[in-house]
């Protein structure tokens, strides 16, 4: 296993608003403190010396050529799995953090999550906030899979202790007619942005990881309003006015294929597909509704970004997992609720997995936590395995735990 060591790191940062670049930072595990955020323009790298317990060591600097993600999802003979955690950014990370610019430090000053994820400068920094702790082997972009709402003409926020409110959600063809087509450079250029300095700064060291909604997800959001327990209006649209869901179900597919297009291009090395709430629909349900928009994207994709690895996560899904990988994606991302080994039996070898455990797991012991990352790893097998959580981490996980998962995952020999 390694020993937790980060000497000689770097911590390099991009612009930042002067108001918000500390002058020092430490690190809770024993870092010296040492000066940290710089703008853009003065650009100095500064080196974290630390040795610590909980955080992880340094990649291999023979091992940057491609990323060891790109390599484990191309079936290539890798010495461990690359890992990442969904939701790696955001707000549990307050104590790690708390002797620099935490995301909470961040959400104080700028306590609109549109404001956070639409400015490149603080995309970049929250994005690579994980990076600089915990030496992921993906680094997410900071964003939300409704980001692109606005740009299609529909108004929505996030609000803080209620989620996504979209002000007038869709429930006729009137109401989907005004969609418009998503032209991410168009709508969303700070997305391009960050991932082009985010590929910079990352430098192959890890994969810089994009992502989207799928059709049927960011549907259930705009017909709800906003998060749902019964989803009961996207299915009285499916299941009264199927072609007016049909319709906006189109134009999802038709965005968010242009948008992975301008992502990849961008710089993002992968880009992972949220249908967080297609397993809300039965299986026959699902064909109709989600999987021949998901479809579509990937063959889109395909077609311009052949190589690109897509990555497609659905939260539940035990029910539907060969139909995820009708899709045609390169990675199907499991949530808990599937044992990783019969997950592996019913994909099959071709297809690289991701996931899963619990995120629960990581308010346990740490040898609980040791115990069910070598339990996930043993069951994926030395082939095509993203080691992650089954959904993202849970407000609240305590920060060394997920330091502890880091060591753990990164100590790791097949
Ligand atoms: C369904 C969904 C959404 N957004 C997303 C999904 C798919 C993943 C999943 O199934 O969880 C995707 C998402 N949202 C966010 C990321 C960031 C990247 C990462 O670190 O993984 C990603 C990948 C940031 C965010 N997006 C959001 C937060 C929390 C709000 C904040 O930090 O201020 C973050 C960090 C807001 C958001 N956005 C959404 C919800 C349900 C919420 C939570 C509302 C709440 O709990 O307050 C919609």
Redesign the pocket.
């Given at each position: 296993m390694l020993k937790g060591q980060m000497s000689g790191s770097i911590c390099s940062c991009t612009a930042l608003p002067p108001s918000l670049q500390p002058k020092r930072m430490s690190c809770i595990y024993g870092f010296s403190s040492v000066p940290s955020f710089s703008t853009a323009a003065s650009k100095p790298r500064t080196v974290i010396r630390c040795s610590l317990q909980g955080t992880v060591a340094e990649p291999k600097a023979t091992s940057v050529a491609e990323p060891l993600l790109l390599n484990a999802v191309r079936g290539e003979d890798v010495e461990r799995p690359p890992v990442w955690l969904?939701?790696?950014?955001?707000?549990y990370m307050k104590a790690v953090m708390n002797h620099f610019l935490s995301?909470q430090i961040i959400?104080q000053k700028y306590p609109s999550?549109r404001e956070?994820?639409e400015n490149v400068d603080l995309v970049v920094e929250i994005s690579l906030q994980p990076w600089n702790v915990f030496k992921p082997d993906g680094v997410?972009?900071?964003?939300?899979?409704?980001t692109p709402l606005s740009g299609m003409n529909i108004p929505f926020d996030?609000v803080?202790?209620?989620?996504?409110v979209i002000f007038n959600p869709l429930r006729t063809a009137a109401d989907v007619d005004p969609v418009r087509e998503f032209v991410p450079e168009e709508s969303v250029p700070y997305v391009g942005e960050a991932l082009t300095i985010l590929r910079k700064e990352v430098d192959n060291k890890a994969a810089v990881l994009g992502?989207v909604?799928a059709p049927f997800?960011l549907a259930s959001?705009v017909v709800e309003g906003g998060?749902s327990k019964h989803f009961s209006q996207i299915k009285r649209l499916a299941f009264s006015q199927p072609k007016v869901l049909h319709s906006l179900l189109q134009k999802f597919a038709t965005s968010m294929a242009k948008y992975i297009q301008y992502q990849a291009d961008a710089g993002a090395q992968a880009v992972?597909i949220?249908d967080?709430?297609a397993t809300e629909l039965s299986p026959v349900d699902f064909e109709e509704f989600s999987l021949p928009y998901i479809k579509q994207i990937v063959d889109t994709v395909k077609q311009t970004h052949p190589t690109l690895p897509l990555i497609l996560?659905a939260?539940g899904s035990g029910g539907l997992l060969e139909r995820l990988a009708l899709s045609g994606v390169d990675v199907v991302s499991l949530d808990w609720t599937v044992d990783m080994a019969e997950g592996r039996r019913r994909l099959g070898p071709d297809m690289a997995v991701q996931g899963n455990v619990d995120p629960g797991v990581l308010f346990g012991s740490k040898e609980f936590i040791t115990n069910r990352i070598n339990e996930v790893v043993r069951k994926a097998g030395n082939r095509k395995h993203i080691l992650n959580l089954g959904?993202?981490i849970v407000?609240g996980s305590p920060e060394e735990n997920v330091a502890h998962f880091f060591e753990v995952a990164k100590g790791i020999r097949y």
């Open positions: 969904m939701r790696q950014a955001g707000r995301y959400c999550f956070r994820s997410i972009l900071f964003s939300d899979i409704l996030i803080k202790g209620k989620g996504p992502f909604g997800t959001y998060s992972q949220f967080s709430w996560y939260s959904h993202g407000v």
